[in-house]
Nanobody, 120 residues
Framework: QVQLVESGGGLVQPGGSLRLSCVVSGSIFSISAMAWYRQAPGKQRELVAVIQRIGSRNYADSVKGRFTISRDNAKNTVYLQMNSLKPEDTAVYYC??????????????WGQGTQVTVSS
């Protein structure tokens, strides 16, 4: 079993910052890509940022220059630092991890989501 638990969401004013965290636990052999997605009301879930085990990163155009994804492989944790937040960043943010388990099964796992609301 593999579990992902996100934290750090909340209400913030436009221009503010938040830092999301996601801890992956369970029967983990290794984790390759880790990512953050978001889903706003009435919209499809979209990729925000992804980071590979070796550290290479990619971002959605809408967050480039404002968001930074990072990871701590020793702690099986991925972070999303969000600066200069805008009302259009309001969404439920989901953590995703590509996990190879101790039984050598590989699968995508998701967290339960954390709400980020940007409003004055």
């Amino acid at each position: 079993q593999v579990q992902l638990v996100e934290s750090g969401g909340g209400l913030v004013q436009p221009g503010g910052s938040l830092r999301l965290s996601c801890v992956v636990s369970g029967s983990i052999f290794s984790i390759s890509a880790m990512a953050w997605y978001r889903q706003a009301p009435g919209k499809q879930r979209e990729l925000v940022a992804v980071i590979q085990r070796i550290g290479s990163r990619n971002y959605a155009d809408s967050v480039k220059g404002r968001f930074t994804i990072s990871r701590d492989n020793a702690k099986n944790t991925v972070y999303l630092q969000m600066n200069s937040l805008k009302p259009e960043d309001t969404a439920v943010y989901y953590c995703n991890a590509d996990v190879l388990t101790l039984t050598r099964a590989r699968d995508d796992y998701w967290g339960q989501g954390t709400q980020v609301t940007v409003s004055s």
